[in-house]
């Protein structure tokens, strides 16, 4: 596609249960990442994709978040038994090699009640 | 801590007034990226400047880098009420493994018109 796809653009949940969310890059970007924010902050790093390699989990602030991108191209963030401290956006970018200019999707706000 | 942090936190200018937004990060970097986010929601990016650069253009834009304090200048010229948007910069610092790039928690520019 011509930008990086997020859906669901908005999510609400109950506390407890297990959230998807889906991320599709711009074809033929190798580098693939998300990040989350919260109101009023900056973004956090929470995992990275490169290609073939092992991706780089590093950010990921729990057990409870899991992320997989298929054959090189959309990509899978679960969160499972969310909490209220998990509302926030999430936002993917792609970029053609490692850190290179990110192209970010619109984001999924995710609300936990 | 943050890597690239912003200053200052809020800017308020009129229509047609400049803007500067500066950025002062911890460790050596491989490049600094510049972003722009409306609504809280995507990113987008608007420059990037290397290490062994110390000043780039784009537009209305101008970036500058001092290595040697460790800080960087976003400067927007002739600023209209569009340009209100939170800014970010973004350090790519580290190298294989290691490598991350690390988003400051943004100025948030307010044009009046």
């Known amino acids: 596609g011509a930008g990086v796809s997020q859906s669901p653009s908005n999510k609400v949940t109950e506390k407890g249960k297990d959230v998807e969310l889906r991320c599709d890059p711009i074809?033929?970007?190798?580098?693939l990442y998300w990040y989350r924010q919260s109101l009023g902050q900056g973004l956090e790093f929470l995992i990275y994709?490169?290609?073939?390699?092992?991706?780089?989990k590093s950010g990921l602030p729990s057990d409870r978040f899991s992320a997989e991108r298929t054959g090189g191209s959309v990509s899978t963030l679960t969160i499972q038994r969310t909490q209220q401290e998990d509302s926030a956006v999430y936002l993917c970018?792609?970029?053609?090699?490692?850190?290179?200019?990110?192209?970010f999707g619109s984001g999924t706000r995710l609300t936990v009640v | 801590s943050q890597q690239g942090e912003e200053d200052p936190q809020a800017l308020s200018i009129q229509e047609g007034e400049n803007a500067t937004m500066n950025c002062s990060y911890k460790?050596?970097?491989?490049?600094l990226q510049w972003y722009r986010q409306n609504s809280g929601r995507g990113l987008v990016h608007l420059i990037l400047i290397r290490s062994n650069e110390r000043e780039k253009h784009s537009g209305r834009l101008r970036v500058t880098l001092d290595t040697s304090k460790k800080s960087s200048s976003l400067l927007i010229t002739a600023s209209r009420a569009a340009d209100t948007a939170s800014y970010f910069c973004?350090?790519?610092?580290?190298?294989?493994?290691?490598?991350?790039?690390?988003f400051g928690s943004g100025t948030q520019l307010t044009v009046l018109p």
């Open positions: 460790t050596s970097i491989n490049n």
């Open positions: 074809s033929g970007h190798t580098a």
């Open positions: 973004a350090t790519d610092s580290g190298s294989g493994s290691a490598r991350q790039l690390t």
């Open positions: 994709f490169q290609g073939n390699s092992a991706p780089d």
């Open positions: 970018a792609s970029s053609l090699g490692s850190y290179r200019a990110h192209t």
